[in-house]
């Protein structure tokens, strides 16, 4: 499996609360969430490991060139306009290849993660899976239309019925990489507006759902995060 981290995004909101340093960085029991995505996907059979960060995170850039490394690994320092904008500068050492891409703010047990792989691998007729979950805590979640055989039919920012939000978590085994160039050329933007049109042009999608998925945006998180890894109700 080739991975992908998005890794790019300001933190605006955690450094109102007064964190400092990129967001990457803020430790959940004591780990940065960074270093304990990369351990996850060297973990679960990572084949190579790309990674974009933004061109001011310089203590994440300095933190990356000392992690040790034991799979190939591409990092891209650049400031982009958005999480479409990262994808599509990772997709120089992702097209053509099934990948799994994650965002760094996206805490989740490695017991679930291990079960949507062995999910991946037993379905075949999917060009993608994503995960999801019934746990909504995020300020704009994405929702998602999922039907009863688990495939997902649409998304929506809101407004819709919908009792299910993606998770940041995502597989791709059908490139995407021209459909994301077209949705970048409309000036769309937003990682969320890619899923939207992959959907409503007959991209092939998956459900997993994931009992919780934290998406660390605020210092408040972070204890959510811990108590989830924690086994905690």
């Known amino acids: 499996m080739n ?6 995004g300001a933190g605006e909101r955690l450094k109102s609360e007064g964190f400092d340093s990129p967001k990457p960085l803020v430790r959940v029991n004591g780990v940065p969430l960074i270093e304990r995505l990369l351990k996850i996907c060297i973990a679960n059979g990572a084949a190579s490991i790309s990674c974009i960060i933004n061109e001011e995170a310089e ?3 300095e933190y990356l060139n000392n992690f040790n490394f034991p799979v190939k690994f591409n990092l891209i320092v650049k400031t982009t306009l958005s999480s479409l904008h990262s994808l599509n500068e990772l997709g120089r050492f992702l097209k053509g290849s099934p990948f799994m891409l994650m ?16 999910y991946i691998n037993a379905c075949n007729n999917y060009d993608g899976v994503l995960a999801v979950t019934k746990f909504i805590d995020d300020e704009k979640p994405l929702y998602a239309e999922v039907d009863k055989n688990g495939r997902i039919v649409s998304f929506a920012d809101a407004g819709k019925n919908f009792d299910t939000v993606t998770g940041g978590i995502y597989y791709f085994k059908k490139d995407i990489f021209d459909v994301a160039r077209e949705v970048i050329e409309s000036k769309i933007f937003r990682l969320r507006n890619l899923l939207k049109k992959l959907a409503a042009g007959g991209y092939n999608i998956g459900a997993f759902e994931f009992n919780k998925i934290i998406d660390v945006d605020h210092v408040s998180d972070v204890k959510k995060a811990e108590d989830l890894l924690n086994g905690e109700k």
């Open 3 to 8: 991975y992908a981290i998005i890794a790019a």
């Open 59 to 61: 203590e994440l850039h």
């Open 103 to 118: 965002t760094t703010d996206s805490v989740f047990t490695e017991d679930e993660f291990r079960n949507y792989l062995l």
